[in-house]
């Protein structure tokens, strides 16, 4: 059997179990970050990794933008912690020919969106290689407070999202068609994506019930987090239905469907959390959805408490009550050829 024969999810199943534990894991592998415990409280930790010609390319991203989604994609999942990032440390796999200014430009990215956050990039290594590999490690602070998981989304909470959707999807599919006239916020969102990071521990002070970072895409992750909560989240078309609209004109000069955007998406690395109705929601995170309990025949139960987990070919998440069809999101094996 081969990697590609199986979802990264299956592929996890294999690995995980053959780990060690270790003494002061608080929480292990699944979540958006570990958490340890340290004499006087807890951390998160978390790495993340972009590859060459898999997650971007030298033709379109210049040093400087690989060192920004470098930091951005892990403090996302630092944030998706309710954490404040404190430290990173960055494996750099380079080929012998690469360009010395390059390299300078991805300190210098790591550095744009570290700094002014406080954090420190505080050490690394080095190794020749291929292609260009950019490993991340971040380290944040929880500041006293309990993490907030994937797994804590009850029943009645709603379903909120903070940051852009589709955008960095827009974006790369106009790169990749060579798209004359694609407004620059949307290459940017791409090449630099933006992570609403202060929402994390704000959500977490707000009560957030449950949260992650969109990495993979809306449906894909929202359907992680209900599997993890033991729950159905229903979406609310209405709602999104502005993320679809910013980006129609863009689509349709690539005949494209920006639905498959906002819903399949992902690496906008917005955070998705779930709070207790009625808690008034910290920003920019907005409603758009709500988590159900089971469907009962064919009906949305309102059951209180715990939902029923979704079975495997269940939907675990659906859009206006009905199963969304469309944008299964990305896994790096399962139906990828190389
Ligand atoms: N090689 C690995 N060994 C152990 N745990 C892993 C490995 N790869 C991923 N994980 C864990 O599996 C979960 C899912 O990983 P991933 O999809 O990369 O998370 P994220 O989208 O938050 O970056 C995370 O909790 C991560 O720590
Ligand atoms: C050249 C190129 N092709 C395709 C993509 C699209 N893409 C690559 S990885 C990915 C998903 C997110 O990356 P992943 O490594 O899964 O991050 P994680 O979920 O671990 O945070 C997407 C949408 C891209 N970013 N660049
Ligand atoms: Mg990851
Ligand atoms: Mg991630
Ligand atoms: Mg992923």
Known sequence: MRVADLTEEQLLAR??????AGAATLLGPGDDAAVVAAADGRFVVTTDVLVEDRHFRRAWSSGEDVG????????????????????????LVVPAELDVDWVVGLARGLAAECGPLGAGVVGGDLSGGPLVVVGVAAHGD????????????????????AGVLGWSAAG???????????PARFVEAYLRPRSPLAAGPDAARAGATAMMDVSDGLLKDAGR??????????????????????????????DADPWAWVL???????????????????????????????????AVGGVVGRGEPAGDDEPAV????????????????????G
Do not use: C, K, Y
């Open 225 to 254: 987090l209900a599997r993890a909560s033991g729950v159905r989240v229903d979406l609310d078309r209405g709602a999104l239905a502005p993320a679809a609209d910013a980006l129609a004109d863009v689509a349709r000069g690539l």
């Open 142 to 161: 929880l500041q006293g407070r309990a993490p907030v998981l994937r797994s804590g989304a009850r029943t009645g909470d709603v379903v909120a999202h």
């Open 318 to 337: 659906t859009l206006d009550g009905e199963a969304p069809g469309v944008a299964t999101g990305w896994d790096h094996f399962a139906g990828r050829p």
């Open 172 to 182: 790369l599919a106009s790169l990749s068609a060579r798209a004359a006239h694609v």
């Open 15 to 20: 690995i995980v179990p053959e780990l060690p």
């Open 264 to 298: 399949g998406g992902g690496e906008d690395h917005g955070l998705l959390a779930t709070f207790p109705a009625g808690t008034e929601l910290p920003a920019p995170f907005r409603v758009i959805g709500r988590v159900i309990g089971r469907v009962v025949d064919g």
């Open 68 to 91: 920004r989604r470098a930091a951005v994609q892990n403090l996302a999942d630092v944030a998706a912690m309710g954490a404040v990032p404190t430290s990173l440390v960055v494996t």
